[in-house]
């Protein structure tokens, strides 16, 4: 049973423009949602994260909106530049606990 | 310093030999992670300790030995892997079991001929 769902493999957007990453969950015991960034061969990066309290982070050009209603966040990267190209992962966690990870998106930014 | 350093980056072997990968972070954190990443797969969790102890053992098979023998450093013994055990192995730690943000590191990609 995949908790953590992210449903589009890929991601194509023009350089400048908006950049939408969206996730899925089912557990509604999830308290704690982060978004991570992988390039091939390295570590994934931590970028940004949301508590279940909130419905809206902002840090720079990256933003997490949740809606609990639905079960769904997004991360939004406005504007989007070519150094935004990798794979990015959602991970959400219930009460401090383990770390889901959903299958990650692979976002391509073409200049 | 703010980094989760691994080594061997990279790592060749036969389904015979003993190697280990090495994990060590100088910040202070208390809980320490082993994820295994297959390619276009998200990171599984393999083991987690906290407090130099192993709190999660994640149904890992036992050709897979952890080692914690100090809060700044983690190991992972390998033994008799078999070839479909080749993936990137990723270290990660937390401030505290309870924190919310893990650092990962760089990983060790690890082949088994």
């Known amino acids: 049973d995949q908790q953590v769902k992210q449903n589009s493999p890929s991601l194509s957007v023009q350089e400048g423009r908006i950049s939408i990453l969206n996730c899925d969950y089912t557990n509604s015991m999830f308290d704690y949602f982060l978004w991570y960034k992988k390039y091939p061969a390295e570590g994934p990066t931590f970028l940004i994260s949301?508590?279940?309290?909130?419905d809206k982070n902002e840090d720079g050009r990256f933003t997490v909106f949740l809606n609990k209603s639905a079960k769904h966040l997004s991360l939004h990267i406005v504007p989007s530049q070519p150094g935004d190209s990798a794979v990015y992962f959602c991970a959400a966690s219930a009460l401090r606990g383990k770390l889901i990870f959903g299958q990650g998106t692979e976002l391509s930014v073409k200049p | 310093d703010t980094e989760v350093t691994q080594t061997p980056k990279h790592l060749v072997m036969g389904m015979t030999n003993k190697k280990s990968l090495k994990c060590e972070q100088h910040?202070?954190?208390?809980?320490m992670y082993w994820y295994k990443q297959k390619a276009k797969k998200p990171p599984e969790l393999m083991f987690v300790y906290s407090y130099e102890k192993l709190s999660i053992n994640e149904s890992v098979p036992s050709r897979f030995s952890p080692e914690c023998p100090n809060s700044s450093l983690l190991n992972l013994h390998l033994h008799a892997l078999q070839p479909e055990d080749s993936a990137l192995y990723l270290c990660a730690s937390k401030r505290t079991p309870g924190a919310n943000v893990l650092t990962f590191g760089a990983g060790s990609r690890l082949t088994v001929l």
């Open positions: 910040m202070g954190h208390r809980a």
């Open positions: 949301i508590s279940s309290i909130k």
